[in-house]
C-alpha cells in the first residue's frame, strides 16, 4: 500500500517537475503518461477495498499529540471515491488538453506555454490525491491549499486582463474560506491537542457545533455554495478541460471532500447543525437554478448547475448526519458521478467552442451534423446530470431520496419534492439549451476540424459515464455513517 | 526545560567580529587594486559562514563559546541569529559584484568615479554585516547598545549610496529617526545596568548572563521604565509601529542588496537585541509581555494595510516588512516557549523570504528599469527564473503551504490559541490574507499580462550571480516549508534559552 500511494501521490508531482524541465511539446506526453499511471494506481487503491491509516512523522514543537502523528495517509471507502475522480477525470482531462491547447484552437489559439498548463495541471492532480487520502486535517489544509493555487495558476493560464481578474478572485475568495479552516484547526488542536477528524468528538457539542460551522464556511467557499459562489462562473475564463476538471473533480469537490470527511469521523454533529448544512444546500440549489434561465454563456450555465450539483452533494451529507445512512452514501456516490457526467458536458462544450470559437449561446446553432460526437455527449452528460436512469446521477440521487424518506416526520417527503422538482427543471433547462445548439440551422458553414484525440476521448468517457455506477455503487456501499 | 550549557573559550565569536571589519578595512586600503574588493568580500563572507556553521554545530552539542572573558558569546539562540545573518550576507555579496557594476554604471553619481563608489560600497557593507554579527554576539548590555548604534551608522552611508536628494532624504531620516529612537535603547540598558549593578556589584552588572539571575528582584517602576525604554529603542531599530517611518523610505532608497540586508537580517538583530534585554522581565514581570504582543498585533495590521496602498514595489516589500515583525513580535510576546519557537522559526522565515524578494525585485529593475508596480507586466516570459523566485517568496510570506511561511504562522496561531490570546489570532489569521493579496497582486502586476510599452523588449533574464543567489534562497524556502522538521533542534535550543513568563526565577525557586 505504501508504494501505491507514494505513487498516486509522486508520480504526477514528478511529472510536474518534468514538465518544467522539457519543452512545451513533450510536456503533453509527461502529463498522460503520469496521470495514467496515478489513475491506474489509484485504480487499485479502490480495488483493493482497505481500510488502513498509517502515520509517519509530525511537527515536534507542536507538543506530544503532533509529535508523531500528523503525516501519513488514509485508505477508505471515500478516500477512494475521490482518488478516482481526481485521477480518472485528470488522465481525461491532460488527454483532451493534448488536442484543445493548442494553435488549432478558434476560441484560444494557443502556441506556448503548454508546459507551464500542464506543470499546474499536474501538481493539481497531486493535490486533489494528497486530499483525498490525508489522515488529519492539517495535511488535508497544506494539500487544500495547494489547490486553491494550482486553480489560481490555471484560471490565470490565457493572461489576459479577464481571466488574470478571475484568478484572483477565486484566489482571494478561497484563500478567505481557507482562513476559517485554519481557525478551526487552531482551534480543534487546542481545545483537544489533536488535528484528527475524529478530535471533533473530544469537544463539547455547543463547541463542536461551532467549530464544524468554521470547516463549513471554508468548504463553502471552496465549493462555491452561496453566498461564496460567484468567483466560479467568473473562472470559466479558465481554458475548458480545466474547467472541466476544477468543477467535476478538483477544487470545488474539495469543499464538499472535507465536510463527508469530518461527518463520517464517527462523532455526531447537533441537529442545529445539520439543520444549516441542508438549509444552505438547498437555498444553493434554488438560487444556481434560478441563475439557469439567465445564462447565455454555455460554460457559465454550466458553472451554475456546478453550483447546484454540489448544494445535491452538500444536503445529502446533511440528511446523512441527521440519522440516514443511505443519504451520505448517496452523497458520497455523487461526487463520483457528478464527476464524470460534468466532465463529459464541459468537454462537449470544450469542442464547440474550440470549433466555433464561441460559447454565446445565441451564436450557436445545428452543429450536431458537423460535431455528432460532442452533440452526442452533451445529451448523454445532461441526461446523467439530471438524473435519467440508469444513467449515474440517477443512483446516487435515488440513494439520498431514500435516506431523506427515512427521516421522521415530514422533512423527507418535503425534501423529496424540492428535489424532483429541481432535477426536473435541470432537465428541461439542458434540453432546451441542447437543442439550440445542435439543431435547427447551421450558423455557419466553416468545416469543423476536431482533432482525433479530442473526439477519443469523448467516446471513452461517454462509456465511461454510462458505465461508472457499476463501479462506484460498491464502493459507496461500503460507507458506514454515524 | 533549561538545558545545561557548558561555557567553552573559543576563537570563533570574536573571529566573527574581526573577519568582516578587516575586510571592510583592507577594502579601503588597496582601493588602488580594483580586482580585491569583490574577492575579499566575497572571502570574508564565507569564512563567516563557515565559522557560524562550526559554532552552531557546537551549540547544538550544548556549549556555549565564550571569548574576551564574556564579553562575547555564542549561546544557541546567538548561534541562531548569527547563522541567519552571515549566510544572508553571503547571498547577498555573492549577488553583488554584477549587479552593483551595472548600477553604479548607470546612476552616474555627482563628483565620484565608479571604482570609488564601489570601494564605498563594499568597505561599508563588511563593517555592515561586522557590526550586525557583533550586535548578535554581545554579552554586555551597554555594548549591545553600542552595536546596534554602530550597525545604522555603518549602513547609513550605503542607505544614501545613490546620493541624489531621495536617497540623501532617506540616509538623513534614516540616521536621525534611528539614533533618537536608539537612544531610548540606552537608556533602558544604562538603567538595567545601574539596578543590575547594585545587586551584582561592579562590572558584572553589564553583562546580560548575569543580569538574567538577577531581574526577578528589581523593583517593579524600574522594570516599566527599563523595559519600555529596550522596547521603543530596540522596537524603533526593528520597524514596530508607531516608531516606523524610516523603514520604507530607507529600504526603498537603498541599493537593493542593501535592502535585503536591512530588510532581511537587520530587523532581526533588532529583534533579538529586544529578545535579549526585554524577556530577562518576562518572569517576574508578565505584563511587559502583554504589551509586546499588543504592539506585534498593531505593526502586523498597520504595515499590511500600509503596503496594500503602495505603488512602489520597493515601499511595498517595506512596509510588508514592517508587518512580518509584528508577526514576530506576536509570538515573543505571547511569553510562552511555543510563542518563542514561532516567533524565531518566522525570524527564519521572514529572512528567506523577505531577502529573496528583494533580491528578485532588484532583478526586475536590474532588467526592466522599472519600480512602479502600475508600469510593470508580462515580465515573466523574458525573467522565467526571476519570475519564479518572486512567486516562491511571495506565497512563503503569505503563508500559504507547503512554504515555510505556513509552518511558522500556523505555529505562531496555535501558540497564540494555546496562550489564549485569541484576539490576536484572529487578526494573524485575516492579516495573512492581507499579505497575500499585497504580494500575490504585486508578482501578478510584475510577471502576468502584457508588457508595457514603457519596458524595452530586448529586456533579459538576469545575470547567472542573481539567479543563483535567488535560487538558493527559493530552494530553502521550498525546503524548510515541506521538512520543517530539519530546523527543529537549533530552534528549539534557541527558544529554550529565552526566557518564558513560566521560567520559574532563582528568586521564586528559593521562596519554594
Known amino acids: 500500500m505504501h508504494a501505491m500511494v507514494a505513487a498516486v501521490i509522486g508520480v504526477p508531482i514528478a511529472g510536474a517537475v518534468l514538465c518544467l524541465a522539457v519543452r512545451d511539446k513533450a510536456s503533453k506526453y509527461i502529463a498522460v503518461l503520469a496521470t495514467a499511471v496515478a489513475a491506474a494506481y489509484a485504480s487499485a487503491i479502490a480495488a483493493a477495498q482497505s481500510k488502513v491509516t498509517v502515520v509517519f512523522g509530525g511537527l515536534p514543537w507542536l507538543g506530544e499529540g503532533a509529535a508523531k502523528a500528523l503525516f501519513g495517509y488514509q485508505v477508505d471507502p471515500l478516500a477512494s471515491i475521490m482518488l478516482l475522480a481526481a485521477t480518472i477525470i485528470g488522465l481525461v482531462t491532460a488527454i483532451y488538453s493534448f488536442g484543445y491547447v493548442s494553435v488549432g484552437n478558434r476560441e484560444h489559439s494557443t502556441s506556448s506555454g503548454q508546459a507551464r498548463y500542464f506543470f499546474w495541471l499536474m501538481l493539481f492532480v497531486a493535490s486533489m490525491c494528497g486530499i483525498a487520502l490525508s489522515p488529519n486535517l492539517l495535511q488535508l489544509l497544506i494539500f487544500w491549499e495547494m489547490t486553491t493555487l494550482c486553480s489560481w495558476a490555471l484560471i490565470s493560464f490565457y493572461d489576459n486582463e479577464e481571466s488574470l481578474k478571475a484568478g484572483m478572485k477565486a484566489l482571494i475568495m478561497t484563500s478567505f474560506g481557507g482562513l476559517f479552516f485554519i481557525g478551526g484547526l487552531v482551534w480543534v488542536f487546542s481545545a483537544t491537542k489533536s488535528m484528527g477528524f475524529d478530535a471533533l468528538a473530544l469537544m463539547t457539542p455547543t463547541a463542536r457545533a461551532w467549530a464544524f460551522v468554521l470547516f463549513l464556511i471554508a468548504a463553502w467557499a471552496k465549493s462555491a455554495q452561496l453566498p461564496f459562489h460567484t468567483w466560479l462562473p467568473d473562472a470559466m475564463a479558465a481554458p475548458t478541460p480545466i474547467s472541466a476538471y476544477l468543477h467535476a473533480a478538483s477544487m470545488v469537490k474539495a469543499g464538499v471532500f472535507l465536510v463527508a470527511r469530518l461527518l463520517l469521523a464517527g462523532w455526531h454533529l447537533p441537529y442545529d447543525a445539520a439543520l444549516l448544512l441542508v438549509v444552505a444546500a438547498l437555498v444553493t440549489m434554488f438560487s444556481a437554478l434560478y441563475f439557469y434561465f439567465?445564462?447565455?454563456?454555455?460554460?457559465?450555465?454550466?458553472?451554475?448547475?456546478?453550483?447546484?450539483?454540489?448544494?445535491?452533494?452538500?444536503?445529502?451529507?446533511?440528511?446523512?448526519?441527521?440519522?440516514?445512512?443511505?443519504?451520505?452514501?448517496?452523497?458520497?456516490?455523487?461526487?463520483?458521478?457528478?464527476?464524470?457526467?460534468?466532465?463529459?458536458?464541459?468537454?462537449?462544450?470544450?469542442?464547440?467552442?474550440?470549433?466555433?470559437?464561441?460559447?454565446?449561446?445565441?451564436?450557436?446553432?445545428?452543429?450536431?451534423?458537423?460535431?455528432?460526437?460532442?452533440?452526442?455527449?452533451?445529451?448523454?452528460?445532461?441526461?446523467?446530470?439530471?438524473?435519467?436512469?440508469?444513467?449515474?446521477?440517477?443512483?446516487?440521487?435515488?440513494?439520498?431520496?431514500?435516506?431523506?424518506?427515512?427521516?421522521?416526520?415530514?422533512?423527507?417527503?418535503?425534501?423529496?419534492?424540492?428535489?424532483?422538482?429541481?432535477?426536473?427543471?435541470?432537465?428541461?433547462?439542458?434540453?432546451?439549451?441542447?437543442?439550440?445548439?445542435?439543431?435547427?440551422?447551421?450558423?455557419?458553414?466553416?468545416?469543423?476540424?476536431?482533432?482525433?484525440?479530442?473526439?477519443?476521448?469523448?467516446?471513452?468517457?461517454?462509456?465511461?459515464?454510462?458505465?461508472?455506477?457499476?463501479?462506484?455503487?460498491?464502493?459507496?456501499?461500503?460507507?458506514?455513517?454515524? | 526545560m533549561p538545558t545545561v550549557q557548558s561555557d567553552v573559550h573559543s576563537l570563533l565569536p570574536a573571529l566573527l567580529v574581526f573577519v568582516p571589519t578587516g575586510a571592510g578595512i583592507l577594502i579601503f586600503l588597496l582601493r588602488r587594486l580594483s580586482w580585491t574588493r569583490e574577492?575579499?568580500?566575497?572571502?570574508?563572507?564565507?569564512?563567516?559562514?563557515?565559522?557560524?556553521?562550526?559554532?552552531?554545530?557546537?551549540?547544538?552539542?550544548?556549549?556555549?563559546?565564550?571569548?574576551?572573558?564574556?564579553?562575547?558569546?555564542?549561546?544557541?539562540?546567538?548561534?541562531?541569529?548569527?547563522?541567519?545573518?552571515?549566510?544572508?550576507?553571503?547571498?547577498?555579496?555573492?549577488?553583488?559584484?554584477?549587479?552593483?557594476?551595472?548600477?553604479?554604471?548607470?546612476?552616474?553619481?555627482?563628483?565620484?568615479?565608479?571604482?570609488?563608489?564601489?570601494?564605498?560600497?563594499?568597505?561599508?557593507?563588511?563593517?555592515?554585516?561586522?557590526?550586525?554579527?557583533?550586535?548578535?554576539?554581545s554579552n554586555n548590555i551597554i555594548m549591545l547598545y553600542v552595536a546596534v548604534e554602530a550597525s545604522t551608522i555603518a549602513s547609513g552611508l550605503l542607505v544614501a549610496f545613490y546620493w541624489d536628494r531621495r536617497a540623501l532624504e532617506a540616509g538623513y531620516k534614516y540616521l536621525m529617526l534611528l539614533t533618537v529612537g536608539i537612544t531610548f535603547a540606552l537608556f533602558g540598558c544604562v538603567l538595567v545596568y545601574a539596578t543590575g549593578s547594585s545587586v551584582l556589584g561592579g562590572s558584572k552588572g553589564l553583562l546580560i548572563s548575569e543580569l538574567r539571575k538577577v531581574a526577578a528582584s528589581f523593583p517593579s517602576t524600574?522594570?516599566?521604565?527599563?523595559?519600555?525604554?529596550?522596547?521603543?529603542?530596540?522596537?524603533?531599530?526593528?520597524?514596530?509601529?508607531?516608531?516606523?517611518?524610516?523603514?520604507?523610505?530607507?529600504?526603498?532608497?537603498?541599493?537593493?542588496?542593501?535592502?535585503?540586508?536591512?530588510?532581511?537580517?537587520?530587523?532581526?538583530?533588532?529583534?533579538?537585541?529586544?529578545?535579549?534585554?526585554?524577556?530577562?522581565?518576562?518572569?517576574?514581570?508578565?505584563?511587559?509581555?502583554?504589551?509586546?504582543?499588543?504592539?506585534?498585533?498593531?505593526?502586523?495590521?498597520?504595515?499590511?494595510?500600509?503596503?496594500?496602498?503602495?505603488?512602489?514595489?520597493?515601499?511595498?516589500?517595506?512596509?510588508?516588512?514592517?508587518?512580518?515583525?509584528?508577526?514576530?513580535?506576536?509570538?515573543?510576546?505571547?511569553?510562552?516557549?511555543?510563542?518563542?519557537?514561532?516567533?524565531?522559526?518566522?525570524?527564519?522565515?521572514?529572512?528567506?523570504?523577505?531577502?529573496?524578494?528583494?533580491?528578485?525585485?532588484?532583478?526586475?529593475?536590474?532588467?526592466?528599469?522599472?519600480?512602479?508596480?502600475?508600469?510593470?507586466?508580462?515580465?515573466?516570459?523574458?525573467?522565467?527564473?526571476?519570475?519564479?523566485?518572486?512567486?516562491?517568496?511571495?506565497?512563503?510570506?503569505?503563508?500559504?503551504?507547503?512554504?515555510?511561511?505556513?509552518?511558522?504562522?500556523?505555529?505562531?496561531?496555535?501558540?497564540?490559541?494555546?496562550?489564549?490570546?485569541?484576539?490576536?489570532?484572529?487578526?494573524?489569521?485575516?492579516?495573512?490574507?492581507?499579505?497575500?493579496?499585497?504580494?500575490?497582486?504585486?508578482?501578478?502586476?510584475?510577471?502576468?499580462?502584457?508588457?508595457?510599452?514603457?519596458?524595452?523588449?530586448?529586456?533579459?533574464?538576469?545575470?547567472?550571480?542573481?539567479?543563483?543567489?535567488?535560487?538558493?534562497?527559493?530552494?530553502?524556502?521550498?525546503?524548510?516549508?515541506?521538512?520543517?522538521?530539519?530546523?527543529?533542534?537549533?530552534?528549539?535550543?534557541?527558544?529554550?534559552?529565552?526566557?518564558?513568563?513560566?521560567?520559574?526565577?532563582?528568586?521564586?525557586?528559593?521562596?519554594?
Open chain 2, 222 to 512: 524600574t522594570v516599566a521604565l527599563a523595559s519600555a525604554f529596550l522596547i521603543v529603542g530596540f522596537g524603533t531599530k526593528a520597524g514596530i509601529a508607531p516608531f516606523h517611518p524610516w523603514l520604507p523610505d530607507a529600504h526603498a532608497e537603498a541599493p537593493t542588496p542593501v535592502s535585503a540586508l536591512l530588510s532581511g537580517v537587520m530587523l532581526k538583530v533588532a529583534v533579538y537585541a529586544m529578545i535579549r534585554t526585554v524577556t530577562l522581565f518576562y518572569p517576574s514581570f508578565p505584563p511587559v509581555a502583554t504589551f509586546v504582543l499588543a504592539l506585534g498585533v498593531f505593526t502586523m495590521i498597520l504595515g499590511d494595510l500600509m503596503a496594500l496602498a503602495q505603488d512602489d514595489l520597493k515601499r511595498m516589500l517595506a512596509y510588508s516588512s514592517v508587518s512580518q515583525m509584528g508577526y514576530v513580535l506576536l509570538g515573543v510576546g505571547l511569553g510562552t516557549s511555543l510563542g518563542t519557537y514561532a516567533g524565531l522559526f518566522h525570524v527564519v522565515n521572514h529572512a528567506l523570504a523577505k531577502s529573496l524578494l528583494f533580491l528578485a525585485a532588484g532583478a526586475v529593475m536590474y532588467s526592466s528599469g522599472v519600480r512602479t508596480l502600475s508600469e510593470m507586466g508580462g515580465l515573466a516570459k523574458k525573467m522565467p527564473v526571476t519570475s519564479f523566485c518572486f512567486f516562491i517568496g511571495a506565497l512563503a510570506l503569505s503563508g500559504v503551504p507547503p512554504l515555510n511561511g505556513f509552518q511558522s504562522k500556523l505555529a505562531l496561531f496555535v501558540a497564540g490559541a494555546e496562550a489564549g490570546a485569541w484576539w490576536a489570532v484572529i487578526l494573524g489569521i485575516v492579516t495573512s490574507l492581507i499579505t497575500l493579496v499585497v504580494l500575490v497582486r504585486a508578482a501578478k502586476n510584475i510577471f502576468w499580462g502584457k508588457m508595457p510599452e514603457s519596458i524595452s523588449v530586448s529586456t533579459r533574464e538576469a545575470p547567472a550571480s542573481v539567479c543563483l543567489a535567488m535560487l538558493i534562497l527559493a530552494v530553502l524556502c521550498l525546503a524548510i516549508g515541506i521538512y520543517p522538521q530539519a530546523i527543529y533542534s537549533p530552534l528549539e535550543k534557541a527558544a529554550g534559552s529565552v526566557q518564558t513568563i513560566f521560567t520559574a526565577t532563582a528568586d521564586t525557586v528559593a521562596k519554594h
Open chain 2, 39 to 137: 574577492a575579499l568580500a566575497f572571502l570574508a563572507s564565507l569564512f563567516c559562514l563557515a565559522i557560524s556553521i562550526a559554532a552552531s554545530i557546537s551549540t547544538l552539542k550544548g556549549q556555549c563559546l565564550i571569548a574576551l572573558g564574556h564579553q562575547l558569546i555564542i549561546d544557541s539562540l546567538a548561534a541562531l541569529l548569527v547563522l541567519l545573518v552571515s549566510a544572508v550576507s553571503f547571498l547577498v555579496v555573492l549577488y553583488c559584484p554584477r549587479y552593483m557594476r551595472h548600477l553604479v554604471r548607470d546612476a552616474a553619481i555627482p563628483h565620484s568615479t565608479t571604482e570609488s563608489r564601489l570601494t564605498i560600497f563594499y568597505g561599508w557593507l563588511m563593517l555592515f554585516i561586522a557590526t550586525m554579527l557583533w550586535a548578535c554576539l
Open chain 1, 294 to 482: 439567465f445564462q447565455s454563456d454555455a460554460k457559465r450555465l454550466l458553472a451554475f448547475s456546478t453550483i447546484a450539483q454540489l448544494g445535491y452533494i452538500m444536503l445529502g451529507l446533511g440528511i446523512g448526519s441527521m440519522g440516514a445512512d443511505l443519504a451520505t452514501r448517496g452523497a458520497v456516490l455523487h461526487i463520483l458521478m457528478h464527476a464524470f457526467a460534468k466532465t463529459l458536458l464541459f468537454l462537449s462544450i470544450g469542442v464547440v467552442a474550440y470549433t466555433q470559437g464561441t460559447r454565446e449561446l445565441t451564436k450557436l446553432s445545428g452543429l450536431a451534423a458537423k460535431a455528432p460526437v460532442a452533440a452526442f455527449g452533451f445529451f448523454v452528460g445532461a441526461f446523467a446530470l439530471s438524473g435519467v436512469p440508469p444513467l449515474p446521477c440517477f443512483w446516487s440521487k435515488l440513494y439520498m431520496l431514500s435516506g431523506a424518506l427515512q427521516l421522521k416526520g415530514s422533512f423527507g417527503p418535503v425534501i423529496l419534492v424540492l428535489v424532483m422538482l429541481e432535477s426536473l427543471a435541470t432537465f428541461g433547462w439542458f434540453l432546451y439549451v441542447g437543442q439550440r445548439i445542435f439543431y435547427g440551422k447551421p450558423a455557419n458553414e466553416d468545416p469543423c476540424g476536431i482533432p482525433l484525440s479530442m473526439n477519443a476521448i469523448l467516446i471513452a468517457l461517454i462509456l465511461a459515464t454510462i458505465l461508472v455506477p457499476i463501479a462506484g455503487i460498491p464502493i459507496a456501499a461500503q460507507i458506514v455513517g454515524l
